[in-house]
């Protein structure tokens, strides 16, 4: 669903790198099992999710689930995903939406001066929701482990080729920002103005934003057959 994330808005030694040419040899180094198996993955994304999709709406809940308060906890949980992923796309901009391996820029601003990878902590979280308002709260564990490999991989994959790519300014931002658990306190590389529009945002995430809707739809045709 994302791009791998590259290039600047954080400070002056990352400024000068310009990286948002297609990268046609990514693989001039080796790279490790698992970078390889990332990179698989992430020319798959298109597809991957499908077999979420027909499990949420396929299997049936369990007959005895609380309904109401149930459906509620899993919207408040994809609108938190969603809250995570508004505010990631503010700050990357359409970008994000590729389907390609063109690097983008390095944000360094906004989550991204918290932990490196906030879109997918948001899809972890939106797809989780799902699976909780679908009244398979067993299912949300098992997909955040499933995620959290798909999205790890791929992101080893991300990180080898961006540290080819750009080098020491990449390396900086790594040793301050973390990978996946969020640090309470932005890197010293924010720059809390390096914002798209909310206009530019909201076009930027619409696909997500009709997929939620679109969900939700389906969920309750699912309650209602």
């Known amino acids: ?14 400024a000068t790198v310009s990286t948002t040419n297609p990268v046609r040899y990514y693989n001039l180094k080796p790279l490790t099992l698992v970078s390889r198996v990332g990179g698989w993955l992430f020319r798959q994304r298109t597809w991957l999710p499908l077999p979420i999709v027909a499990a949420l709406l396929l299997i049936p809940p369990p007959a005895d689930s609380p309904t109401s308060s149930i459906w509620l906890a899993g919207a408040a949980i994809v609108a938190a995903g969603e809250a995570v ?25 906004g989550p991204f001066a918290r932990v490196r990878n906030p879109l ?45 790519r750009i080098g020491e300014p990449y390396s900086q931002y790594v040793a301050v920002v ?25 076009f930027s995430e619409r696909g997500t934003l009709i997929a939620i809707g679109a969900g939700f739809l389906l969920l309750w045709l699912k309650a209602r057959s």
């Open 178 to 202: 973390p990978r996946w658990f969020p640090s309470l306190t932005a890197s010293s590389a924010e720059l809390p103005d390096a914002t798209f529009s909310w206009r530019e945002t909201l």
């Open 85 to 109: 992923r508004l505010w990631a796309v503010r700050h990357i901009g359409a970008i994000s939406r590729t389907r390609s391996d063109r690097l983008g820029p390095l944000v360094a601003s």
């Open 1 to 14: 669903m994302d791009a791998p994330m590259l290039g600047t808005t954080g400070p002056a030694t990352m």
């Open 120 to 164: 997918y902590l948001g899809n972890i979280l939106l797809w989780a929701g799902f699976a909780v308002s679908a009244q398979l709260v067993w299912l949300a564990p098992i997909l955040v482990l499933l995620l959290a490999f798909e999205y790890h991989a791929i992101v080893r994959w991300e990180e080898e080729l961006l540290q080819q």
